[in-house]
Every structure is written in structure tokens, then in C-alpha cells.
């Protein structure tokens, strides 16, 4: 078991770095938006993971509170692009 959830960290790592270069590459604003979602997600699944090799079920309480803050901030970001996005004058 230690095996697999170490493996799963190294994986889910390998993954945020690989979103994180695609966050500050782009090339777009919606393209960072997405990577920026999916940094959140992946973070939600390492303190998952985090809490079953604790055993301590507080860390789910975190993942739950970091979820609804990335969903709420995906809506802000959807209702910003909506409107047209940033403003070049």
C-alpha cells in the first residue's frame, strides 16, 4: 500500500509541474484558466491521498473547502472571460 500511494505522489507531482509550465506558457487566457482548474484539482487529490496515508479524516475537510474554492473561482474566471476578458485600450 505505502508503494502505491508513494507512486501516486510522484505521479500526481509530475503532473503539477507539467500543468504549472502550461500555466505560465498559455498561450491563451482560457488556456491558463484550465490549467489553473486543473492545478486546483490535482491539489485536491494530494491532500486526498495525503489524508488516507495520515489516516487523519481533518485533511478531507481541507481537499472539500479547496474544491469549492476552485470551483467558485473557475465561475469567476467563465463570468470574466464572458464579458470579454481583459481590456487593451
Known amino acids: 500500500m505505502k508503494l502505491a500511494i508513494t ?3 510522484i505521479l500526481m507531482s509530475l503532473a ?7 500555466l505560465v506558457k498559455g498561450p491563451t487566457l482560457p488556456d491558463r484558466v484550465v490549467a489553473l482548474e486543473l492545478m ?3 491539489m ?3 491532500i486526498g491521498v495525503h489524508a488516507i ?8 475537510d481541507v481537499a472539500i473547502v479547496m474544491a469549492l474554492t476552485a470551483f ?8 470574466f472571460l ?3 476578458g481583459p481590456r487593451h485600450d
Open 7 to 9: 507512486l501516486t505522489f
Open 16 to 22: 503539477l509541474v507539467v500543468v504549472f509550465i502550461r
Open 72 to 79: 467558485l473561482a473557475a465561475i469567476g474566471f467563465a463570468r
Open 44 to 46: 485536491v487529490g494530494i
Open 53 to 60: 496515508y495520515t489516516g487523519s479524516s481533518s485533511f478531507i
Open 40 to 42: 486546483a484539482s490535482i
Open 82 to 84: 464572458e464579458r470579454g
